[in-house]
Nanobody, 129 residues
Framework: QVQLVESGGGLVQAGGSLRLSCAAS????????MGWFRQAPGKEREFVAA??????????ADSVKGRFTISRDTTKNTVTVYLQMNSLKPEDSAVYYC????????????????????WGQGTQVTVSS
């Protein structure tokens, strides 16, 4: 059974930090690229960051580059993906989702939601001004 469970969201003041976690289990997540997306009310789901299965490379949206860091930790049965978010801004407020890309690489389509086949339930991040 495939499962992605996010945690770590919450309320933080502008300029603060949060660390999101995503525990992935049930299938061969270790060889797939994992990504983070976010969705604010009334807006489309937006790409945030992705990390290659080998953790050798990462890819960020311009809006978060230099402030957010994606990483991953692989054990025998579980892959955990982290999103360290620093210097948070009110416009970062959204529900954050982790997802598994259908492939293990990073390409121009990595930023597209339709490139992902498994999604978590999301965790709310609210940044107050």
């Amino acid at each position: 059974q495939v499962q992605l469970v996010e945690s770590g969201g919450g309320l933080v003041q502008a300029g603060g930090s949060l660390r999101l976690s995503c525990a992935a289990s049930g299938r061969a997540f270790s060889t797939y690229t994992m990504g983070w997306f976010r969705q604010a009310p009334g807006k489309e789901r937006e790409f945030v960051a992705a990390i290659k299965w080998s953790a050798a490379s990462a890819y960020y949206a311009d809006s978060v580059k230099g402030r957010f860091t994606i990483s991953r930790d692989t054990t025998k049965n579980t892959v955990t993906v982290y999103l360290q978010m620093n210097s948070l801004k009110p416009e970062d407020s959204a529900v954050y989702y982790c997802a598994r890309q259908k492939t293990g690489g990073i390409t121009i389509t990595t930023r597209l939601p339709e490139s992902y086949d498994y999604w978590g339930q999301g965790t709310q991040v609210t940044v107050s001004s």
